[in-house]
T-cell receptor, first 116, second 114 residues
Framework: DTGVSQDPRHKITKRGQNVTFRCDPI?????LYWYRQTLGQGPEFLTY????????KSRLLSDRFSAERPKGSFSTLEIQRTEQGDSAMYLC??????????????FGPGTRLTVT | GENVEQHPSTLSVQEGDSAVIKCTYS??????FPWYKQELGKGPQLIID?????GEKKDQRIAVTLNKTAKHFSLHITETQPEDSAVYFC?????????????FGTGTRLTIIP
């Protein structure tokens, strides 16, 4: 399978704990996006990388959230001091510039976080 | 920023009939409009997209139309089958060689009645 992969698929944690999620994009896709999806809603943009550079962060991304893409390949999203409001599906997507354009974003299966 | 509205929120159609889902967007700078299908417990799957220089695009049983003047775009599924049951999301993007972040609608739960 050469699609976007995410790990873990499910995470249950207690309030106040730190969690880290991993995303492996499609090989050679240099753009990587993180989105958050709550129940009954569409995904919302969190942050975006081009290669290893984090180029934009949404105001949804509080200072408890940090994302990295150290070698321009896989990415991690860490949430510190989790709150119940962080419970959501965290989705990763990747895209590849083609002739200078980067349109299609391909999503992974997501990591469902439950904070108790 | 961009705002995308999607209707209806739920849609039930008889197997074999057609389904239409409609979206409107607010930012006239948006120039790329993908549609995603999301099944329970899975990530969104890109099913069709359209760019602003095209008015209509078709791929087998699915088609998308775009009216730039009215800022409307629609998904049409013909000859619906049970496996079409899912949540469908429209999205809009301002594509400018930089951050093509997707702004999604709120989704339409499509149920195909056998």
């Amino acid at each position: 399978d050469t699609g976007v992969s995410q790990d873990p698929r499910h995470k249950i944690t207690k309030r106040g704990q730190n969690v880290t999620f991993r995303c492996d994009p499609i090989s050679e896709h240099n753009r990587l996006y993180w989105y958050r999806q709550t129940l009954g809603q569409g995904p919302e943009f969190l942050t975006y990388f081009q290669n290893e550079a984090q180029l934009e962060k949404s105001r949804l991304l509080s200072d408890r959230f940090s994302a990295e893409r150290p070698k321009g390949s896989f990415s991690t999203l860490e949430i510190q001091r989790t709150e119940q409001g962080d419970s959501a599906m965290y989705l990763c997507a990747s895209s590849h510039p083609l002739a200078g354009y980067s349109y299609e974003q391909y999503f992974g299966p997501g990591t469902r976080l439950t904070v108790t | 920023g961009e705002n995308v509205e999607q209707h209806p929120s739920t849609l039930s159609v008889q197997e074999g009939d057609s389904a239409v889902i409609k979206c409107t967007y607010s930012d006239s700078a948006s120039n790329y409009f993908p549609w995603y299908k999301q099944e329970l417990g899975k990530g969104p799957q890109l099913i069709i997209d359209i760019r602003s220089n095209v008015g209509e695009k078709k791929d087998q049983r699915i088609a998308v139309t775009l009216n730039k003047t009215a800022k409307h775009f629609s998904l049409h599924i013909t000859e619906t089958q049970p496996e079409d049951s899912a949540v469908y999301f429209c999205a809009a993007v301002i594509s400018n060689f930089g951050n093509e972040k997707l702004t999604f609608g709120t989704g339409t739960r499509l149920t195909i009645i056998p």
